[in-house]
């Protein structure tokens, strides 16, 4: 097999020793002579994969007992619709800061169901991209939720902060930096995230939802979007996607063998400090957003001659660099390293990129 470093944004890479794991019991799962996908998610087997994912989960992102961690279907912008018709009637207002493309694709779905309300958006700061935290003051305390998302995948936009939302509870899309470093579970009322970034096959969606927001979905929420439909069934009211919980649960084993979101979010910080080094200290690349609001995730970059994109990415796909197109609506060119990619990976694309300013630039 061709040896190669896959930086798509999503779906994007898995580690290689669970792609490894996962194929040795593919069709011989547990000697049972099936494979996972071939058997029922209420047999005992299936149960026991199913609740220890959910196990580790929650032991690696220390979820507190008065969260449910459920395990649904429909990606990332499913959530754009349940969260709205779990936590708003259509009458009440749901605040949304605006930071990228995701947090506009959330906003623009909350419109169908609330009363949706911007109250940040992207900034320019010293020529740079910027995201400001809103003010507490700025903060209806009459809305339903405030909901964010610290890293928008398609923009190479993050920020830490947390905003201070009083009795406003926060959600956040989680999709592109959950288990990448340390959270405080219980600032938040609402964490989502599709899988394929971070977690496993897309088409899965995790949410962690604090107790006293499940339950109250509309009547005419569906039923397997139902928060509390699903934490009373186990996230099993319907049939789950069983491969992907089970390839969700090998990456979950995985993380906590290589030492947890610590050692993850010390790892990512090495390999975006490598990425932004190379780009900084070049004449050739350029990336515009702010430093205090770059993503560790998802590196966009821009070549100095923009007519040398296609050579860039002919030559880099041929040295086994793949999938570093930046996103349409961006242009250019974007890294995703999630945890997946080792850091070797990127060394590599750093090498790449010298070499080719060296003969081009
Ligand atoms: C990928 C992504 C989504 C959308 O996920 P789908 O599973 O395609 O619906 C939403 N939000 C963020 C931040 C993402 O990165």
Redesign the pocket.
């Known amino acids: 097999m061709k040896n190669v470093f896959n930086f798509s ?2 779906p994007a890479m898995l580690p290689a020793e669970v792609m490894a794991q996962a194929q040795s019991e593919f069709v011989n799962w547990q000697n049972s002579g099936t494979s996972v996908m071939e058997v029922s998610h209420r047999g005992s087997n299936f149960i026991e994969v199913a609740k220890q994912a959910e196990t580790d989960l929650r032991e690696l992102l220390a979820v507190p007992d008065d969260y449910h961690v459920l395990f649904m279907h ?5 959530q ?1 619709a349940a969260v709205p018709l779990n936590l708003s009637r259509a009458d009440e207002k749901s605040l949304h800061i605006v930071s990228g493309s ?1 947090s506009k ?2 906003v623009e779905e909350a419109h169908k169901y609330n009363n949706a309300q911007v109250i940040g958006d992207v900034a320019v700061k010293d020529g740079l991209t910027y995201i400001a935290c809103p003010d507490a003051s700025d903060i209806d305390q009459q809305a339903a939720y405030l909901h964010f ?1 610290p ?3 398609v923009d190479g936009v993050a920020y830490d902060w947390l905003p201070e939302s009083g009795r406003v509870p926060l959600v956040a ?1 989680l ?2 930096t959950i288990l990448s470093q340390p959270l405080d579970v219980s600032r938040y009322g609402v964490i989502y995230a ?1 899988a ?2 971070n977690i496993g096959p ?2 899965l ?1 995790v949410a962690i939802v604090r107790k006293d927001l499940a339950g109250k979905a509309r009547s005419v929420t569906p039923s397997i979007f139902d928060y509390g439909l699903l934490a009373e069934s186990d996230s099993m009211y319907n049939t789950p996607p069983t491969f992907s919980w089970y390839l969700a649960g090998l990456v979950f084993k995985w993380l906590k063998e290589q030492g947890g979101v610590e050692a993850m979010a010390a790892k990512n910080a090495e390999k975006a400090a490598l990425l932004y080094q190379a780009i900084d200290t070049s004449e050739f690349y350029r990336n515009t957003i702010h430093p205090d609001c770059r993503s560790k995730m998802n590196v966009p970059f821009q070549l100095a001659d923009d007519n040398l994109d296609a050579v860039f990415l002919r030559e880099s796909e041929a040295a086994g660099l793949m999938a570093l197109k930046g996103h349409r609506s961006v242009g250019g060119m974007r890294a995703s390293i999630y945890n997946a990619m080792p850091v070797e990976g990127v060394k590599t694309l750093v090498a790449f990129m010298s070499e080719f300013e060296r003969k081009y630039g």
């Open positions: 944004a999503g429909g990606g990332g912008r499913g754009f995701w694709g959330a998302c890293n928008e995948t899309d999709s592109s599709g394929q970034k897309s088409g969606s």
